[in-house]
């Protein structure tokens, strides 16, 4: 029983969400099945906007998969140089590409099992384009919004994507996995944002259990940075504060110079030497003076 009213909640929730977005749609530009399987895996590590500027060029110089399998990697890697790790993409792109020619005459295949063996494809990527080039996905792609809002929403308590996806996949329906994807990741980037979400203009702010105290959720901690500027502790022994790598230096400057003769006071002329010779007797007598015979 409790499971079916969750199952009803998560639905009312998402059915809301898609009525907040309903232009949510995969924002990487592409004509194919093969432009969308290329841009998604260059847009690993950066931004869709990113990859939009740089397809057109690529994709007009090598339109399929034979034309880029015997692309020369120098010639693509001035292509994409403005995407992170473009040698990386570089080579993913190009390998699968000859893969395709290789194995499939040249055409993207239909399943998740047969996508994932291309270089650079993982689970994410193969569903992006079984879901939206053949509207046939196998699983839910989970990015750092979907895995942010899904928990915040309470959809899951999992941290590691995989397990995320079993949960909304138990979730959801099949035909609404590929919605779910884009659905989150449009109200991440308007709305429920990683930091300063703006939940007082979040449409399921009175389901959310997160409302207005989502900044904490769905984010890694961050890191403890130590203090430059703070003293280094001394350690302590048995014999004493151990001394430091200055301190050592520090005495042995100091025994040296004390051996060269270094800081001791000199006669600044011959008539100050002539006193000192002098006192030195009379002080002599003086204590003789006072001894009893």
Same mark, same amino acid.
């Given at each position: ?224 940075? !130590?203090? $430059?500027? +703070? ?10 504060? =151990?001394? *430091? /790598? @200055?301190? #050592? ?8 110079? !004390?051996? $060269?003769? +270094? ?10 030497? =002539?006193? *000192? /010779? @002098?006192? #030195? ?13």
């Amino acid at each position: 029983m409790a499971r079916s009213r969750a199952l009803l909640e998560a639905e009312q929730t998402f059915a809301r969400l898609r009525a907040a977005h309903p232009d949510a749609k995969t924002a990487l530009d592409h004509r194919s099945p093969f432009e969308l399987l290329v841009a998604t895996v260059l847009s690993a590590q950066t931004t869709d906007v990113n990859v939009n500027k740089a397809t057109p060029t690529l994709f007009s110089r090598w339109p399929n998969a034979e034309a880029l399998s015997r692309a020369e990697p120098g010639d693509v890697e001035k292509v994409i140089g403005s995407l992170g790790f473009f040698r990386q993409k570089t080579k993913s792109v190009i390998g699968l590409s000859k893969a395709l020619v290789e194995k499939f005459g040249g055409e993207v295949p239909k399943s998740l099992a047969e996508l994932v063996t291309l270089p650079g494809v993982g689970r994410k990527t193969a569903n992006v384009v079984l879901g939206v080039a053949f509207n046939a996905p196998e699983g839910v792609v989970v990015d750092t919004h979907v895995q942010r809002l899904s928990q915040r929403l309470g959809w899951t308590k999992e941290t590691e994507p995989e397990k995320i996806e079993q949960d909304l996949m138990r979730l959801f329906p099949r035909e609404e996995w590929d919605a779910i994807g884009h659905t989150l990741i449009f109200h991440g980037r308007r709305i429920c944002t990683a930091i300063r979400p703006a939940c007082a203009a979040c449409p399921v702010n009175d389901v959310c259990p997160s409302a207005f105290k989502a900044e904490r959720v769905g984010r890694k901690p961050g890191r403890i940075r !130590s203090d $430059s500027r +703070a003293p280094t502790k001394t350690t302590a022994t048995k014999s004493g504060p =151990k001394k *430091t /790598a @200055a301190s #050592k230096t520090a005495v042995t400057q100091k025994t040296a110079a !004390s051996k $060269s003769g +270094a800081g001791k006071p000199r006669a600044t002329s011959p008539a100050a030497t =002539k006193t *000192t /010779a @002098a006192t #030195k007797p009379r002080k002599k007598a003086s204590r003789n003076a006072g001894v009893r015979r």
